[in-house]
Every structure is written in C-alpha cells, then in structure tokens.
C-alpha cells in the first residue's frame, strides 16, 4: 500500500518544488532612488507583473546605494537620478540607461509669498551671497537653506553638476543637512522661511510650494520642451553579468515601449525617449562648458 501511494506523493512534492523555484525566479529586486520610484517605478513595476507574471520587489536608499548594490550584484536593477561617477571603482560594473526624464525644482513653504527664483539668483544663495528672503522680494527673514548630506547623492550631485557644472562644489550658508530627499521635504513643509531642491516628481506629493525658475514652471511640456533649465534623466541601473540580467533587459525594453512610455506618462513624467532633443542639448551644454573651463 505505502509503495503504491509513494511516487505521487513524491510527484506532487517535485511538482510544488518546482512551481517555487518558478516564483522565485520570476522576482527582480530594485533599489535606488526616492525620486525614480514616484516618478514612474511603481507603476511601470505593477504593470509589468500584471503582464509578465514577473514581480519586481522594490526598496529605496538612494541613487548611490542602487548603482553600487547593483555593480556588487546585490540588486537586479537600481534607480539613479545621476549618472554613474567613472572614478568610483564601486559603481564600476553597474550600467546606467535612460528611462525618463525629471527636473530639480526649488522647494519652500507653501506660505511663502516668493513665487519665482532666477537661476542666477539660485546660484547666489548656494554661494552665500543672498541669504536673506528680501533680496528675493519676499519678507525680510534668513533664507534657511536646507540641503542634501554628501556630494553624489542623486538630487546633491546634478545640483552641483547642473548650476554650477562642478560636482564638487561646496555649499556655503546650509543651515541643515538631510540623508535623503524625503526628511528635506517634510522638514520645508513646517519652515515658513525655508528653501530645498528636491526632484518635481517627489515634490508633486508633497505640501510645499514650487517656485518658478526663470518664469517657467516644472510642468510635463517646459521639460519635454527644455524651457524649464533644471531638467535630468532618470536611469535603470544593470549588470551585464548579473544572473538576471535578461530578465532586466524585457523590463527595460517594457519601459520604451509603447504602453511602457504611456505608463511613465500618466505617472506624470516625461518619457526618455519622447524628448530625444534634450540628449542632443545636453551634449551641446557639456561641450560649451568644458570649453568654459579650459
């Protein structure tokens, strides 16, 4: 009786086995960066796994912390707002690509009465050479600047890279430092004199208010288009010999894709591929400045 009834008890026990070993290996890990989460990852994500079956288990942490868990293969994906630092040796083994596009905006209290900001006047206050609201036609109060901890954090970094072309620009007059993006914001929404830069798709969620840079708003076609100065890509970060790297790549190739791209847009950003033009602007940008500093 019991040799008769073993071989499907054993059959049913391999048929579990594998079915698990099937799950397990339709999961991709993603971590990476706040900004790239609320600007189109959760939903991209819970697309894919309605139309795949292939989960993707995401966790935060930062830009840095997903481009170099993926270089040391800890993660499938990562999400970074910068590009990869080619003199850190632990980032070297990850590769970052475009998925959308996202701008830096300056944040403050919701009450404030500024409503716009030159980028030249951005540049003063990262300076220390405004530093009080009244230069800014606001009241006559200290600007209480508030900043990233670090220089390669995502939002620290394309700071530096995009006002003042140097990532290793020191920030003069910064009353508090913060770990990450979201404490920065939280703590500006309780600061009436206040003043951050965050990226638009995690300030859209917020209780702040965005100044206007130049006049231009941080809206879906002044980035698209360019008018709004403080515009960046969005990356996935990969490892060509990460054991799941084919599997990253359908996802990728998802996000391009059409449905992929009306996901991203519905989220509320912008496409990589929908504003081609701004890649060429960047390369025409990076070469009037490094002429700039010959």
């Known amino acids: 009786m019991l040799s008769n009834t073993r071989p499907s008890h054993y059959l049913s026990l391999l048929f579990l086995s594998l079915a698990s070993s099937s799950l397990l290996a339709q999961t991709l890990t993603w971590t990476g960066c706040g900004i790239s989460r609320k600007a189109f990852m959760s939903e991209l994500a819970l697309a894919y796994e309605k139309d795949t079956g292939t ?6 942490g ?15 994906m ?18 970052l690509l475009p998925v959308a596009w996202d701008a830096l905006v300056v ?16 540049r003063a206050i990262y300076s220390s050479r405004i530093s009080n609201w009244k230069e800014l036609g606001g009241p ?3 600007i209480e600047l508030y900043t990233r901890k670090g220089k390669i954090s995502g939002v620290g970094y394309m700071t530096r890279k995009l006002l003042f072309n140097d990532p290793e620009k020191f920030f003069i007059g910064s009353d508090r430092e913060f770990p990450s993006s979201g404490p920065l914001e939280q703590a ?25 840079l130049d006049g231009k708003t941080p809206s879906y076609d002044n980035i698209k288009s360019g008018a709004y100065l403080l515009y960046r890509p969005l990356y996935i970060a990969t490892n060509v010999t990460g054991p799941h790297h084919k599997e990253v790549t359908k996802f990728i190739d998802y996000a391009h894709s059409s449905k992929g791209r009306e996901i991203i847009r519905k989220a509320g950003s912008v496409p990589y591929l929908d504003a081609i033009p701004l890649v060429r602007r960047q390369r025409e940008e990076r070469r009037q400045a490094a002429r700039s500093n010959r």
Do not use: F, W
């Not at 930062?62 to 170099?68: F, H, L, Q, V």
């Open 55 to 60: 989960k993707i288990d995401l966790s935060g």
């Open 62 to 76: 930062g830009a840095t912390k997903g481009i170099r868990q993926v270089s040391h293969k800890q993660a499938d």
């Open 78 to 95: 990562g999400g970074s707002c910068r590009p990869r630092i080619a003199e850190a040796d632990e980032e070297v083994g990850a590769r």
């Open 107 to 122: 944040i403050t209290h919701k009450d404030n009465p500024v409503d716009n900001i030159s980028l030249s006047q951005l």
């Open 140 to 142: 006559s109060r200290p």
């Open 188 to 212: 500006i929404e309780k600061d009436h004199y206040s003043l951050g830069i965050t990226g638009v798709s995690s300030a859209r969620k917020r209780d702040v208010k965005m100044l206007t």
